[in-house]
């Protein structure tokens, strides 16, 4: 079992993993990442471990192809979305998804700072929330949110909130400022 506070540290420590391995095509070693983190090496393994990431000869590699069928329970709920990864690389992304209740397709297109078009206009982010994770920074509360599937609408979306009572649905806009508030939070971080 793990505790509240390793849950946040991994989820920090992925954080600078992203950041340093602009989001998996350039794998670190994982004595680096320690090092860039304060950390020791073991401990810095042992999380990400905890986080589904894969550690091969000795250098962090962001492979998560083989999770894709997956459920999204434990560790595959911490994987980095898209917004977080625009965010870590400061590229431009381009998202394109099938909503799973209207079967639309949704195409979403956006930077770390703008979102550039959403198609169609009012598609949402379904995010699931990172339970016991703390990103507190100082009297400020930030919630560990991770995009689980892109909605045509707020509509489209209410099923999934009723299965996902934790969850949160946010426009696109509203998701990505979120994103930024969430990376500001791992960022105040004083190891990262």
Sequence with gaps: MTTRTDRTAAVRIAWAATKLTKA???????????????????????????????????????????????SRDGSDRYRVDLFLLAVATGEPVHADAVCPATGARVRVHF??????????????VAASRLSDIDLTVGQDYVEALVCTQLFASREAA???????????????????AHTRRMAAALEAWPTI
Aim: zero cysteines; aromatic letters at 4%; a negative charge.
């Design 24 to 70: 998996g095509r350039h794998p670190i070693a994982i004595g680096r990442l320690a090092a860039t983190v304060g950390m020791d090496p073991a401990e810095a393994h042992r999380l990400m471990d905890l986080m589904g990431f894969v550690i091969r000869d000795g250098l962090v590699v962001m492979d998560r192809g083989s999770r894709s069928g997956q």
């Design 158 to 176: 209410a099923g999934w909130l009723l299965d996902n009572i934790d969850g949160r649905v946010l426009s696109v806009p509203d998701y990505l």
């Design 111 to 124: 930077t770390r700072a703008h979102v550039l078009s959403v198609d169609p206009p009012h598609a949402v």
